[in-house]
């Protein structure tokens, strides 16, 4: 009995220590955007930001052969959302400012 009632009480703390590290997704694509995905995982991996890529499979590509494509996920804690997704903008609007300018200098 004593057992049983231990049993429960260890998964109900786990069940509330899981509620309170709740992670927020800040990016979803595809297994077509990986690249993206790749370049986002490197970037808050360097800014020391802890962070879950996830990548959950899909069941229907058991049976049809990866014909589905299964999504891609990047997910913060609530904490560091602000400043994942700031270091996400500031990355995309440099990258965006780069190729501006080789195009740019193409042209001239």
């Not at 800014?47 to 990047?74: M, T």
Request: aromatic share 18%.
């Amino acid at each position: 009995m004593y057992e049983l009632l231990l049993i429960f009480a260890v998964i109900g703390l786990m069940w509330l220590f899981r509620e309170k590290q709740e992670s927020v997704t800040i990016y979803k694509g595809d297994e077509s955007s990986l690249n993206e995905a790749s370049e986002y995982y490197w970037i808050l991996r360097d800014n020391n930001i802890p962070f879950k890529y996830h990548i959950p499979y899909n069941w229907e590509n058991f049976y049809q052969f990866g014909y589905k494509k299964s999504p891609v996920y990047i997910k913060v804690r609530k904490n560091d959302v602000i400043k994942a997704r700031r270091i996400i903008w500031c990355h995309w609007k440099e990258k965006r400012e780069m190729e501006r300018n080789i195009k740019e200098s193409r042209i001239k």
